[in-house]
């Protein structure tokens, strides 16, 4: 299992994909900010956006990777796997956008929803609990930071937490 998740400039259609990280465990996630100016037409940036992620635009200029690099790094890695994402509309969104614009068919990589695979998990072990309490339970644990390598550990983390509790449930 893979977990990827994104940042971006901000949700609009113009918009697009400023850090991208992807692992599967915690341990192995690699993380790359994404340098806009490498790219035609990535010159959206949303205010809104960037309090929430807190990546400044001069830090992608400065630090950012050729989305394009990423783009064939995340092929070479993620092609056939089976990806999870907390947020598949908008992950899917940024990563059609960044394989698109770097020249790859988005369908090579395919984001599936976090969420629908552990609630089916939750409801064969434990048919009386939601999904949505456990993440409440758990999300109190979660930083305020919104960066795509910690989303990412903290997602693993939340599998191992529900994983934990079906290993010492006695269905």
Request: glycine fraction near 4%; charge should be neutral; charged fraction near 30%.
């Given at each position: 299992?893979?977990?990827?998740?994104?940042?971006?400039?901000?949700?609009?259609?113009?918009?697009?994909?400023?850090?991208?990280?992807?692992?599967?465990?915690?341990?192995?996630?690699?993380s790359?900010?994404?340098?806009?100016?490498?790219?035609?037409?990535?010159?959206?940036?949303n205010?809104?956006?960037?309090?929430?992620?807190?990546?400044?635009?001069?830090?992608?200029?400065?630090?950012?990777?050729?989305?394009?690099?990423?783009?064939?790094?995340?092929?070479?890695?993620?092609?056939?796997?089976?990806?999870?994402?907390?947020?598949?509309?908008?992950?899917?969104?940024?990563?059609?956008?960044?394989?698109?614009?770097?020249?790859?068919?988005?369908?090579?990589?395919?984001?599936?929803?976090?969420k629908?695979?552990?609630?089916?998990?939750?409801?064969?072990?434990?048919?009386?609990?939601?999904?949505?309490?456990?993440?409440?339970?758990?999300?109190?644990?979660?930083?305020?930071?919104?960066?795509?390598?910690?989303?990412?550990?903290?997602?693993?983390?939340?599998?191992?937490?529900?994983?934990?509790?079906?290993?010492?449930?006695?269905?």
């Amino acid at each position: 299992m893979y977990i990827i998740d994104f940042e971006a400039s901000g949700l609009s259609k113009s918009s697009y994909p400023i850090e991208v990280a992807w692992g599967d465990s915690m341990k192995t996630v690699t993380s790359y900010l994404l340098n806009p100016e490498k790219m035609d037409d990535w010159t959206d940036w949303n205010l809104k956006s960037f309090e929430f992620h807190g990546i400044p635009r001069d830090d992608l200029v400065k630090k950012g990777k050729d989305p394009r690099r990423v783009a064939s790094h995340m092929i070479d890695e993620l092609a056939g796997k089976t990806v999870y994402s907390d947020e598949p509309k908008f992950d899917n969104m940024w990563k059609d956008r960044l394989l698109i614009d770097s020249g790859y068919d988005p369908a090579l990589i395919r984001i599936k929803n976090l969420k629908y695979f552990l609630n089916k998990m939750i409801k064969i072990h434990s048919p009386g609990k939601r999904f949505v309490d456990l993440f409440q339970e758990f999300s109190t644990k979660k930083s305020t930071c919104h960066r795509a390598d910690s989303d990412v550990i903290w997602l693993f983390k939340f599998v191992e937490f529900v994983k934990d509790l079906y290993s010492k449930s006695p269905n």
